[in-house]
T-cell receptor, first 114, second 116 residues
Framework: AQKVTQAQTEISVVEKEDVTLDCVYE???????LFWYKQPPSGELVFLIR??????QNEISGRYSWNFQKSTSSFNFTITASQVVDSAVYFC???????????FGTGTRLKVLA | DGGITQSPKYLFRKEGQNVTLSCEQN?????MYWYRQDPGQGLRLIYY???????QKGDIAEGYSVSREKKESFPLTVTSAQKNPTAFYLC???????????????FGPGTRLTVL
């Protein structure tokens, strides 16, 4: 069975704090892809990152970083020095190789307070 | 600018009425998708299409219908058979590929449907 769990329903932080959003996935496949999307209040899902199962290198993009660990089936997302504009719902998703289907987690709502 | 447009942004429907949501893309993507989002839940796939004049049911297709007459367009009709249609609907598109970065799905701004 394929499953994505985002156990944190809602997180509140004060601006400039660091925050980590957790994502745990389940799959029996050896080849798969993991994604993070941001959904601001406007509603559109914005693509942030894609990682394939063979690439366990951590990724850093500005204030964003991602930690992919196959040993714990986790793909966590960290925002450094959070800003109010980071307030959104963040979704983690899993896709099997060779298929169209994304399996989404239930999302984590991040509130960054000024 | 290339992207995905959905219209209208807000839609109100009376019970028993069919309503059609528009989705257009100019990214030259072959595949298009419709998702439904309910509060506190992830996205659930309604229908998808990988090529013109062909489409497949997703996980929650009952009460919905689609067409794909043009590559750029993938309208979704919410029929009166859909018992709980009030939700946020998102359209997405991607290149058809067996793997690699190209088949990442990109999303439109969404349509919020409310049944009165």
């Amino acid at each position: 069975a394929q499953k994505v769990t985002q156990a944190q329903t809602e997180i509140s932080v004060v601006e400039k704090e660091d925050v980590t959003l957790d994502c745990v996935y389940e799959t029996r496949d050896t080849t798969y892809y993991l994604f993070w999307y941001k959904q601001p209040p406007s509603g559109e899902l914005v693509f942030l990152i894609r990682r394939n199962s063979f690439d366990e290198q951590n990724e850093i993009s500005g204030r964003y970083s991602w930690n992919f660990q196959k040993s714990t089936s986790s793909f966590n997302f960290t925002i450094t020095a959070s800003q109010v504009v980071d307030s959104a719902v963040y979704f983690c998703a899993l896709k099997r190789s060779g298929t169209y289907k994304y399996i989404f987690g239930t999302g984590t709502r991040l509130k960054v307070l000024a | 600018d290339g992207g995905i447009t959905q219209s209208p942004k807000y839609l109100f429907r009376k019970e028993g009425q069919n309503v059609t949501l528009s989705c257009e893309q100019n990214l030259n993507h072959d595949a298009m998708y419709w998702y439904r989002q309910d509060p506190g839940q992830g996205l659930r796939l309604i229908y998808y299409s990988q090529i013109v004049n062909d489409f497949q049911k997703g996980d929650i297709a009952e009460g919905y219908s689609v067409s794909r007459e043009k590559k750029e367009s993938f309208p979704l009709t919410v029929t009166s058979a859909q018992k709980n249609p009030t939700a946020f609907y998102l359209c997405a598109s991607s290149i058809v590929a067996s793997g690699g970065v190209k088949d990442t799905q990109y999303f439109g701004p969404g349509t919020r449907l409310t049944v009165l």
